[in-house]
Structure formats: structure tokens, C-alpha cells
């Protein structure tokens, strides 16, 4: 199977160092980062691509393009793994349709152009007899998307809760724990990594709230957009509210639901007792999907990390490679 | 899609009650309880047998046996969910060999077939072109064989470890909230129909062995059978082991562990602090799976119920429908 790789920041170089590395049966084609790209319709050479873009910042030639790659590129599988845009999509949405117009599968990390156009790219993935699939965009290394597609088939989903950003649930496990303000423990989270120099779209849910948006279709099929969604953050939590919440064995957490029957879609700080299966702590992701038949099914594990994400991209080629759709 | 099941025990009652509820696409021509069946290639009317079944205790005529339908009928998948004979896998073994060999899919959630041979009739499922399928046998409505193989397909599974019986679970958190001995828990356990009249199989640990064989199987395919469990039950536990626990903040669950690269298969009550993502409650289940790229995700949820594993069969039943493995 041949993929071409669109992006080589954290998640891209994960899926390249992981593609080097294991022999899953998948030849990379195409490679382009914003600046550059690479091409070979033999198998790119991965190691060297993953040393030249430490050295130099960029993958290849500065006159290959990412589009070229796209649309023009010999290739079963686009893997679609630069920054999420929540505005516009782009260049990741026009990426994917075109990709998707060419007959091949595609496999995304990005949120911005599911958020904004699940159903359009939906059915473009149908109407061209492809897999459009995207279990790297909610919880990283959590498989839920697959739980709720396979998994719980057959499943009517009454509600979806979880605690989907990690940055903000480090947060909030340092305020609690140590009493700090929200400011101090954000100062923390960008010293270890885990808050970006902009943490806007994390502290405000609007990350959650995009992952909401792809769960709610996942589930619903409704085409729901982020304007849906009924959003606040953790910016402006003080420190008493936290040390309040503890006193009484409880805890606040940044959680997103989504419940169809009532059509509620909220991403908001809930104060949950400690012994609750989502208080998860630091980094982690934690979401419970309840049904029908299964009950309450809830999965914990690490929601972010380069080659977390690597693993649910993986995943997502593995099952395009393995398993066809008869289209139902 | 036909099926034929076999077994009108609780999974059985389950999976027909689902079926006749939802429109699955998913036709039943043969069933049979141990004393009777009944066939029609055109459908049977579920409602009418879950009545008689509930009448009689029988679901069709006495002149039509499971075997004849296995042998004869018109089915695509065949449902076998007949109770576990540990030493033989009998008569499910034979019925699912048969099933393989017409070139049958075969859904089950029997364990003792697969934990004999497993190697066995994957081979004969692979020889056929079809699916064996088991999602039910193992940890109820949480989907992890589904997770290690598809969701976390590509990662090297270094551990599985988890509460996989809900019995022993509902016991121990009874010995560890009211300070019950055992039998105490155990009798209540049986009460509140967590417990069998013959509890051997829960409180020995072979439930739990018989599902890890499967587990080991799944991410190894070395064909271990339960003779290659080291297993310890809880059945000799004194109220004063749970006490002691309590009182260091930890409490005492029987843990199956898989560590494929140490050859380590146990079953054993093991010592956890209360905060252990394990520690769960009542008959819960919980399962830990430990990989290379996904790090640890743990999957919590209903480990046994009527409808709570008709939900895993019917998973499987759907992927067969929707998915067709090429096969490498």
C-alpha cells in the first residue's frame, strides 16, 4: 500500500519514525512539509527524510509542493497530518477533497476540515468507494472512534462525556494539588511542553469543542459544526473554586458531552467527585460512551504525544489495508 | 446476512431480543436450544420463540437438533453461544468446526472452544475465507479484542492485564466495604444472581485463566492453552488479608496478566492502591492494555449481563457484514 504524508510536525514525524521502523507492508510515496516535499513513486528513503528535516527544516525541494503531491502523486492513502485551521480548514480541506475526487482513502489528525465539512467529505468518501478516517483527531492514542464504529455497533449511543484536552486536565490537576492559580499552573504546562505558546484553543475548550463536533457526527450523522456548541473554558477558574471543590472530596474537570437525545453538545468545567471514572490526572484523556446494549463503556489512555497519535494514524491505515467496506 | 444460532441461554436470549428490536439487516433461519430447534430459511419470528422458550423451556421441536442445523441449515454466521465445557469444548467445538468447514463465519462466546484450540480454527477459518469471531468471550461489552485487533492494530502489545470476572469483583468489594468474610460474600454474590450455583469455575480463577488464554492468543498466536496458566483463586482469602489492605489505602483484585515477553501468564489476587486504574467496583470489568506507540489505555465496563454480551456479538455479527479481511 502506498501513502503520501501531508505535515511533518509532531504527529507526521511520529507516523514517518514509526513507518521506518516497523514493517507494516506500506511504502511512503510522497512526503511534503509546508516549505518542501519529496517524491518517489520506489519508496522514500524515511530515516534520511527524518535527519535532512532536523539539519535543514525541511523535508525535500523547496520546488515539490504539498498539492503536487496531492494531485499528482502515486498514492492508495493520503495521510493528512498538518496543524489544525478551525477557521478555514485550509490547505488541509481542499487536500483532502481532492484526494478524496482521485479515488484515494484518506487518513487525517486535523480537526479544522471534519469540524467544518464532515458530512460534505463524508460523502465524498463514499461517492468515490474510499475510507475517509480519522481516529487520530479525538483522544490520540484512545481508539474511540473505532469503538464507536465498530466496537459498539449495533449500539444506539444515548451519550458521549470525557475529559478530551490534556492540556487543560494538567492544569487543573496542578491547581488542585498544589493550590496554584490558573496562571502559575499554566506557566507550568508550557514549561513542560504539554501548553503551546498560544494555549487559546485549549483553555477556552474550543479544542474540545472540535472534538465534540467529530464525535457528535461520528454518532449522529447530523453535520453539527462548532457553532453548536455550547463552550466555556478553564481561563477564568480561580484558585478558591478548585481548593472548594477539594474540600468537599471533589474535583473540576474540562469535560465535553455530547447527549443526541436531548441534542445537547457542551464542553464546560464540572465539579465531579474524585472517585469519578473521568477524574483522570495530568495529560491523560478519559471517555465514557454510554449505550443501549453495552451500558457505560469508559477508555483512558494518552490523548496526545507524537507517537500516540502515530499509533491511531497507524491504526487507520492498517484497517484501510485489512478490511474493505461493502458500503451500507 | 442469515444467521443460525445455537444456544437460548442469557446470550442467546439476549441476541435474539436485540434482533427482533432492531433492523440489523440480519436475518435468523435456524435456532436451537439443548432439547429442540426450529428452521426457516425465510426468517423466524423471534417474539414467538422468546414465548415459547419462556412457556415451554423449549424453542421448537424436539425432532431438530443443533447439529442438523449446523450441518444443514441456511446460514451465513453461525451464533454459538452454548455454556463453557472447559475439559472437551463440546458440543460447541464440534459445532463451529462444521460451520468453518461449510465455509461458515462463526460468531461465539464460548470460551472453552477457544481456549483448547484456538490455533485450530483460526487456521480452518482462514483456510475457508471466513471470520471467527469472539468479541463476547472475553470481558463482556468492552470491545478488546476488537481493540488489540484492529484499534491498536500495528503496536507491539507488551501487557494485557485486567479484572476480567465480575463475580470474584463483586465479592471482594463486598469483603473489602462491609468487612464479609468469603462465604458471607459469596452467599449475597449468589442472592443477587452475580454467582452460580457452582461458583468453582469464577472463585478458582478459571474464568479469568480461560479468557487470558484467549487474550494471550489474540496478541500471540502461539497456541497456550489453559494448562499454561498460573492461577490462584480467591477462594481461600481471609477477611483480615482485606482489612489489612484497607487499612494501608490499597484493596485486593483478582488480576489476570499477559506479558508476552516475559511468558508470563497469571491468574492471582493482587494487592492495589484504591487509586489503581483496576480497582473497580461490584461486578465491573476492567482491562489494561500496554503497547509500544499507544502507551497504556484502559477500557472500563460491563463484564457479563444478558444484553450487556448480545452487545458483542452483535458487533461481530455487523463487522462480518460490513468488513471482508483480504487476508495476509
Chains 1, 2 share one sequence.
Not at 501513502?3 to 514493517?23: E, F, Q
Amino acid at each position: 500500500m502506498k501513502v503520501a504524508i501531508l505535515g511533518l510536525g509532531s504527529v507526521g514525524r511520529g507516523v514517518i519514525s514509526v513507518l521506518a521502523r516497523k514493517d507494516l507492508g506500506i511504502v511512503v510515496t510522497g512526503i511534503a512539509d509546508s516549505r518542501s516535499g519529496v517524491m518517489d513513486p520506489a519508496g522514500i528513503d524515511l530515516a534520511a527524510v527524518l535527519t535532512r528535516k532536523a539539519e535543514t527544516g525541511r523535508c525535500g525541494e523547496p520546488d515539490i509542493l504539498g498539492e503536487d503531491i496531492v494531485k499528482n502523486g502515486d498514492y492508495d492513502v493520503l495521510v493528512e497530518v498538518t496543524p489544525t485551521d478551525i477557521v478555514t480548514g485550509e490547505p488541509a480541506l481542499t487536500s483532502i477533497r481532492t484526494a478524496l475526487s482521485r479515488g484515494k482513502h484518506v487518513v487525517t489528525s486535523n480537526k479544522g476540515p471534519l469540524a467544518l465539512q464532515y458530512t460534505e467529505l463524508m460523502r465524498l468518501a463514499e461517492e468515490n468507494g474510499v475510507h475517509m478516517r480519522y481516529e487520530a483527531t479525538v483522544c490520540g492514542a484512545i481508539p474511540i472512534i473505532q469503538t464507536l464504529q465498530h466496537g459498539l455497533a449495533g449500539n444506539k449511543v444515548h451519550a458521549v462525556y470525557g475529559v478530551l484536552n490534556g492540556t487543560c486536565n494538567y492544569i487543573l490537576t496542578r491547581m488542585a494539588d498544589e493550590g496554584l492559580t490558573y496562571d502559575q499552573a499554566l506557566a507550568e504546562a508550557r514549561e513542560m511542553g504539554y501548553a503551546e505558546a498560544d494555549p487559546t484553543s485549549d483553555v477556552k475548550g474550543i479544542d474540545t469543542a472540535l472534538k465534540l463536533v467529530i464525535l457528535a457526527n461520528t454518532i449522529w450523522k447530523n453535520g453539527v459544526t462548532l457553532g453548536d456548541v455550547d463552550c466555556t473554558g478553564i481561563d477564568l477558574l480561580t484558585a478558591e473554586a478548585l481548593t472548594l471543590a477539594e474540600s468537599q472530596n471533589c474535583t473540576i474537570r474540562l469535560i465535553g458531552e455530547v447527549v443526541p437525545e436531548r441534542d445537547l453538545l457542551r464542553v464546560s468545567p464540572c465539579i465531579l467527585p474524585k472517585k469519578h471514572p473521568l477524574v483522570v490526572r495530568d495529560t491523560l484523556n478519559a471517555v465514557t460512551v454510554v449505550t443501549d446494549m453495552a451500558g457505560a463503556i469508559t477508555q483512558v489512555g494518552k490523548g496526545a504525544g507524537s507517537v500516540e497519535t502515530a499509533s491511531a494514524v497507524i491504526g487507520d491505515l492498517l484497517f484501510i489495508r485489512d478490511c474493505h467496506v461493502r458500503g451500507d
